[in-house]
T-cell receptor
Framework: DAGVIQSPRHEVTEMGQEVTLRCKPI?????LFWYRQTMMRGLELLIY????????DSGMPEDRFSAKMPNASFSTLKIQPSEPRDSAVYFC?????????????FGPGTRLTVL | SQQGEEDPQALSIQEGENATMNCSYK?????LQWYRQNSGRGLVHLIL?????REKHSGRLRVTLDTSKKSSSLLITASRAADTASYFC???????????FGKGTLLTVNP
């Protein structure tokens, strides 16, 4: 299996621009998670989906952030407009249901820099 | 707020030595996991311990859990240079599948 795939791996943009991050979960995994990692705040859960439905978006920082999962193999995290404080590494993770554990499988991350 | 807090924040040892990292948390949990993150990479699951377990082993890893003290420790025995990474604990409360991560311990193993 290819693992969780994220694109792009690096993104540099200017303040005010729209940014779209993409994630392909592991096939057969029906939970998908978006995290943000910064030095100051560590790893924070932004939102997670089950069977393509958003379950908990309480970690989404503000209305500039939105996430969608149109099908079981694709999710996007969009920031519009972007701000310098959004600079971080964004991770996508997935997990299957019913394994008896809560192990999550992480993608390699997207390093976002907003100038 | 962070559920898990690891200490030390950074640890530097020589190859062959043992490394111990600790994690404390604030509320009751269902499971506690440890993950490793190599520089510039995603997190990789190492080991999970359930709230009704006290100790677990996997290869060179040993995890303990003390629910009365709300703390866990990760021991890596006979460390190798390849063990150099950041180590995070993550807790969950069971059914909601949300993981709360600590800020991690940066382990450096010098050859």
């Amino acid at each position: 299996d290819a693992g969780v795939i994220q694109s792009p791996r690096h993104e540099v943009t200017e303040m005010g621009q729209e940014v779209t991050l993409r994630c392909k979960p592991i096939s057969g995994h029906d939970y998908l998670f978006w995290y943000r990692q910064t030095m100051m705040r560590g790893l924070e859960l932004l939102i997670y989906f089950n069977n393509n439905v958003p379950i908990d978006d309480s970690g989404m920082p503000e209305d500039r952030f939105s996430a969608k999962m149109p099908n079981a193999s694709f999710s996007t995290l969009k920031i519009q407009p972007s701000e310098p404080r959004d600079s971080a590494v964004y991770f996508c993770a997935s997990r299957p249901t019913g394994t008896g554990t809560n192990e999550q499988f992480f993608g390699p991350g997207t390093r976002l820099t907003v100038l | 707020s962070q559920q898990g807090e690891e200490d030390p924040q950074a640890l530097s040892i020589q190859e062959g030595e043992n490394a111990t990292m600790n994690c404390s948390y604030k509320t009751s949990i269902n499971n506690l996991q440890w993950y490793r993150q190599n520089s510039g990479r995603g997190l990789v699951h190492l080991i999970l311990i359930r709230s009704n377990e006290r100790e677990k082993h996997s290869g060179r890893l040993r995890v303990t859990l003390d629910t009365s003290k709300k703390s866990s420790s990760l021991l890596i025995t006979a460390s190798r240079a390849a063990d150099t990474a950041s180590y995070f604990c993550a807790t969950d409360k069971g059914s909601n599948y949300k993981l709360t991560f600590g800020k991690g311990t940066l382990l450096t193993v010098n050859p």
